[in-house]
């Protein structure tokens, strides 16, 4: 599933070109254009530090890192909002069940920007199998950014985040027990009102959450909300399936 309300490839040639002030002087800042040689489209401005790293590279990473592992992969989703990118990689075997026929599955989410506002790194996500719902856990899964793409320390990087996603079944194993006590933690009425303000979602959202929760337990209200979040496929809803995520599974 790919988010198509940009025309702008996430893959497109992109470079850095450096930035002129109104009187003609040359800037510090530097400006991010995908497709210099055509439309040239700026989509950032960034520091002279930021370190450029195209998507594609970013998706190479991710499969090179993957496929040292040998474990069985699929493409799940590309989120690109002509800035952000993210990479959604489901690991298949990577799974818990949290009640009969109810499975989650561990995700690698190869993540990058071109506007500055996240590094190239990975982050390891959830998905429940049945409806496809995202969880964003990687607070709780794990995630790494890399700090040093194209110099000789990027290797021993590569090595970290290997370690990490051999861990990641591991750490689903240690959240699948919190998942299993929400199917059995019944929500009232003033229980969700009380999520609903606490999170601080948009009401046409609640709405949509409301009247699609299944059952009346923690479990059925957030996969309702997961749900909700993540059709609408933006990196917004992203951040607000994380606090969801925060406010059902961090420890009080």
Request: charged letters at 25%; aromatic letters at 8%.
């Amino acid at each position: 599933m790919t988010n198509s309300k940009t025309a702008l490839s996430p893959f497109a040639p992109v470079e850095l070109q450096p930035l002129r002030r109104a009187n003609g002087d040359h800037s510090s800042r530097l400006a991010v254009v995908l497709n210099p040689n055509a439309d040239a489209t700026e989509v950032g401005v960034v520091s002279p530090e930021y370190k450029l790293v195209k998507n594609s590279e970013v998706v190479q990473v991710a499969k090179d890192l993957l496929g040292g592992t040998g474990m069985p992969v699929e493409e799940h989703q590309t989120l690109w909002n002509g800035k952000k990118f993210r990479q959604r990689y489901l690991l298949t075997q990577t799974t818990g069940e949290v009640k009969v026929g109810d499975v989650v599955a561990c995700t690698l989410d190869a993540i990058n920007s071109y506007d500055g506002s996240t590094t190239f790194g990975l982050e390891f996500n959830a998905v429940r199998l049945v409806c496809s719902n995202g969880m964003m856990l990687s607070f709780m899964l794990g995630g790494f950014r890399f700090k040093h793409w194209g110099s000789q320390n990027f290797d021993r990087e590569l090595r970290v985040a290997a370690r990490q996603l051999d861990r990641v079944g591991n750490r689903l194993h240690k959240v699948l027990p919190m998942l299993v006590d929400l199917t059995h933690k019944r929500m009232r009425r003033a229980d969700i009102q009380k999520f609903f303000r606490e999170t601080n979602l948009p009401i046409t959202t609640q709405a949509k959450v409301f009247n699609g929760i299944e059952d009346d337990t923690a479990w059925g209200v957030y996969n309702a909300a997961t749900d909700v979040l993540t059709k609408q496929e933006r990196f917004s809803a992203e951040n607000l399936n994380r606090r969801v995520s925060q406010y059902f599974l961090s420890p009080n």
